[in-house]
């Protein structure tokens, strides 16, 4: 009989795992879990990560179970808002979308994922429920807020037009979004109705619109990235230094926790 020659495997190295909760959109007549593909990319390529998308079905999900997984969470921006019974307010349009069963995954999984020492990074929706888990509320119509601007996209525009250079926003001097950026000041986009109004307890301001709005914030006593963005920096990442910047910071954050995290050999 002949042997077979074994050859010796090489190790695999694997990348950090970044959780993404799913939007519930109901397409036909069934509801399915979906994730953007700007947001998916940009873990990939800016980050350095394996995106997973988390369905948003909370009742039956075991947190600890899926912190155990992540090295990292990216809570997208979506086309709903977080439904305002969530920071004591009632709904002032309904034509606007909502996604309860998104806000029950990840205003649960956000605490979690602190005290877990997961990293967090938060766009648009996700940077607005960072501060509604944390007790804070939001301005459920900017454009109509006395001495705010309309930050709002022209809906009949082009994508590359909706999603350009709206405005300049001042970063917080010593903050980490301006350590991480290596500037004060940054253009950004602009694609939102809501807006912080009250920022939620243990939160600090890491960026400004030129209105005063709240436009970045972090977990003050975090003990891992806990980074949250008004604008969308998945957009053109790997063309637009500033927004890659904040995904690599993230990445690294990521591949810290997992570094922590391997078992031993």
């Known amino acids: 009989m002949k042997l077979g020659i074994?050859?010796?495997r090489e190790p695999v190295i694997r990348k950090p795992v970044v959780l993404l909760p799913a939007d519930v959109k109901q397409l036909g007549l069934h509801a399915f879990h979906v994730a953007g593909h700007k947001y998916l990319a940009a873990v990939v390529e800016a980050s350095g990560a394996l995106p997973l998308v988390v369905p948003a079905i909370a009742d039956q999900l075991d947190i600890d179970e899926l912190l155990a997984l992540a090295d990292g969470i990216l809570l997208t921006g979506a086309v709903s808002n977080v439904h305002p019974?969530?920071?004591g307010q009632a709904v002032h349009n309904p034509t606007l979308p909502l996604d309860p069963a998104r806000d029950a995954l990840t205003l649960?999984?956000?605490?979690?994922?602190?005290?877990a020492q997961v990293?967090?990074?938060?766009?648009?929706r996700g940077f607005q429920e960072m501060n509604v888990a944390f007790g804070g509320s939001l301005h459920q119509a900017v454009h109509e807020v006395a001495g705010l601007h309309d930050h709002r996209e022209a809906k009949d525009a082009a994508i590359d037009v909706q999603y350009g250079h709206a405005h300049t926003v001042d970063l917080v001097t010593d903050g980490?979004?301006?350590?991480?950026?290596?500037s004060q000041k940054m253009l950004v986009n602009s694609i939102h109705g809501?807006?912080?109004?009250?920022?939620?307890a243990g939160l600090l301001a890491e960026a400004y619109a030129p209105d005063g709005l709240v436009e970045a914030l972090r977990v003050a006593d975090a003990k891992a990235f806990a980074l949250g963005v008004q604008w969308h920096?998945?957009?053109?990442?790997m063309e637009n230094p500033a927004y890659f910047a904040i995904f690599n910071a993230f990445g690294h954050a990521?591949?810290?926790h997992m570094q922590r995290e391997k078992p031993p050999d």
């Not at 649960?108 to 005290?115: G, R, W």
């Not at 990293?119 to 648009?124: R, Y």
């Not at 980490?176 to 290596?182: P, T």
Request: proline content about 5%; some cysteine.
């Open 6 to 8: 074994v050859t010796k």
């Open 85 to 87: 019974s969530h920071f």
């Open 108 to 115: 649960k999984l956000i605490h979690a994922a602190i005290k």
């Open 119 to 124: 990293p967090i990074l938060g766009i648009c």
């Open 176 to 182: 980490q979004l301006a350590d991480i950026v290596g």
């Open 194 to 200: 809501q807006g912080i109004d009250t920022l939620g």
């Open 233 to 237: 920096p998945e957009w053109e990442v």
């Open 254 to 256: 990521c591949r810290t």
